[in-house]
């Protein structure tokens, strides 16, 4: 009888804080990068979001203004030391075939408009590949070098310079064809509830964005901004780990970075920004 008072004082905790906070954190900001870099924020959502949301919102919207301006300017943005590092590896010949990145593709800038299509069928795969995927296949199969591993080594550099090229570039992430099975698998696990808590992604980051939870303003958990600086952790955070730990969150057993229900999750969850500017490496709390 106590644990299920108890319970249920918990349950209405949770639900008042959430309830509590105001929509966004300001309705009015907008983001433009070292000044000249224009960012769309908000925009109407897709279609395929069939009315679930109206309007797709970056999660810089949801930040405070100290977080906001960090991401505004490059000097002051920490994940553009991670930028700079992979610039570095992108000259550098690596592997049995003795190439670099650079070998093949130029300069980083030659990259621009990648990202933002990401994560994507391939023909040759025969299978959805998420950007760090397809470097990984360039790395193994064009380099002779070894592939890194998702989120680690130089996977997170790697994937934050090429969103660098595309900033202002909108989301654009294709869902038909051969990729739709893998974006209704991906759909049906952002909708499923987990762990003791029972919550789904949607639970936070669909039904109660804007309001508060533990102290922290829920945004839509668009991964427009991605990979993002977290200052909670002080290092750059690629999806895939974000994902994990958010589940974790549930108190459920969790899937493993570049498991396929992650790289599911990330084609729906990246389609449901499709519209808004790739802005990574973005800055978060």
Same mark, same amino acid.
């Given at each position: ?96 075939? +003795?190439?670099?990145?650079?070998? =093949?593709?130029?300069?980083? @800038? &030659?990259?621009? #408009? ?80 987990? +762990?003791?808590?029972?919550?789904? =992604?949607?639970?936070?980051? @669909? &039904?109660?964005? #804007? ?75």
């Amino acid at each position: 009888m106590k644990a299920k008072m108890l319970r249920k004082v918990a349950g209405l905790a949770v639900a008042t804080a959430m309830a509590a906070a105001p929509a966004v954190a300001d309705e009015d900001a907008e983001l433009v990068i070292n000044g000249e870099i224009e960012i769309v924020t908000r925009t109407a959502a897709p279609a395929h979001l069939d009315g679930h949301l109206n309007e797709v919102i970056s999660g810089w919207v949801f930040r405070s203004d100290r977080t906001q301006a960090m991401e505004m300017d490059d000097f002051d943005n920490p994940g553009m030391l991670f930028v700079d590092q992979a610039r570095d590896i992108w000259a550098t010949a690596e592997g049995s075939e +003795g190439k670099s990145c650079a070998d =093949c593709h130029g300069e980083p @800038e &030659e990259m621009a #408009g990648v990202k933002p299509v990401y994560p994507k069928w391939s023909d040759s795969a025969g299978q959805v590949m998420t950007l760090q995927m397809q470097v990984n296949e360039c790395r193994t199969e064009r380099m002779g070098a070894e592939a890194w591993g998702v989120d680690k080594g130089g996977s997170i550099p790697m994937e934050a310079l090429l969103s660098s090229v595309s900033r202002g570039m909108p989301m654009n992430v294709a869902i038909d064809g051969p990729a739709q099975e893998t974006w209704e698998k991906g759909k049906e696990i952002y909708y499923t509830r987990f +762990g003791q808590l029972e919550l789904s =992604c949607a639970s936070c980051h @669909e &039904e109660n964005y #804007g309001n508060m939870i533990r102290a922290d303003h829920l945004s839509q958990g668009q991964i427009n901004g991605f990979p993002t600086y977290r200052l909670k952790n002080t290092k750059l955070n690629g999806v895939h780990s974000r994902f994990k730990g958010c589940i974790r969150d549930t108190r459920a057993h969790t899937f493993n970075p570049g498991s396929p229900e992650f790289v599911a999750l990330e084609l729906y969850v990246a389609s449901r920004g499709n519209g808004l500017s790739v802005e990574g490496p973005s800055v978060r709390n």
